[in-house]
């Protein structure tokens, strides 16, 4: 791997397409008549580049005023002191390095749960294809297939099961944490977070051998929260601040990473952020990876807030809105669709 002050090994489009592994992405050049090329001239993103933030980083031991300073200002931050075992991060690291590096993507595409380019390919432009990768893992239930996942994929499950237990345990601990500011009684705060029924996201950033590609469209989640676990602290991530992109700067070893998503935004009545993020594609010769825990209220939490702009709504409502938008448009409206009026 390269140093910090070393460029990392490029890599070219002979390079992706010899890579069994790498799934069959476009390249800007795939086009039939240029269209591609037009499209991005008039489409490019008008927002410009607003250098490196560095992210608050709240101990989860004592979290304090900084917790919900940090969902305030930017609705994203670093968490130290979560006491997730460090040996078992690294353990699902390299299984699942192992299963999306070293696996042809036609075998991998066969497998339950494996996703690529993005879970919503059907109706996008192709300039929309993310440059990713990776597994769904639902931790609520096994993964059930015919035929059943390969010995490779069960064993990058139970692993996520065992993490995603812990992950769980840390959306916990800091939804009560915030639950206080807002007033909210037992009930709502147990109905908002149905942490054990959240999902793990395996994802791989596999290298790209040209510019204009992102290995994660710019999107807000649709989570109350997402915590996130960077191989190596590796970069790739930028978030919308203050109108411009910006990179975000690696924290210290160990710590994880934590955004709120649409359904805190609301909980909040928009006091707390969520926050518009998008992943650049990996430009070297390795691969990244993040391990993405998404946590989520219960299908039937009414989800309000006193004074809110938004109408009260079922977070099963709000999904099922997600997924129509989607199918029609190929993308996410989100709470704008609970407007009152």
Known sequence: MATASESPPAITASDAMA??????????????????HEQEEEEEDPLPHGGVLELPT???????????AA?????????ANHSVPGDLTAKLFARARNLLGRTPFSDKHAQPGYFWATPALAGLRVKDVSWVEGFHVPLARPIIADPPPSDELAALEDLAREYGAHMARVARKVFD????????????TAAYLAEHDGFLRVYRYP???EEGHLGMEAHTDSSV???IAQEDLVGGLQVLHDGAWRDVAPGAPGTLLVNLGDMARAISGDAWRSVRHRVGA????????SLCYFAFPRDDAVIAC??????????????EQVKADIKATGSKVGLERFLRH
């Open 177 to 188: 944490a915030l639950a206080g500011e807002l007033g909210l009684d037992a009930d709502k």
């Open 71 to 79: 969902c305030r200002r930017l609705g994203v931050f670093r968490l």
């Open 207 to 209: 290298p790209c051998p």
């Open 225 to 227: 929260l997402s915590v």
């Open 19 to 36: 890579d069994p592994s790498i799934p069959p992405f476009p390249l800007l050049d795939d086009d039939d008549e240029g269209t591609r």
């Open 282 to 289: 990996s430009r070297g010769a390795e691969a990244r990876l």
């Open 58 to 68: 709240v101990d989860l031991e004592s979290p304090g005023e900084a917790l919900p």
């Open 306 to 319: 006193d004074g809110s702009r938004y109408r009260p709504f079922t977070h099963a409502e709000f999904r």
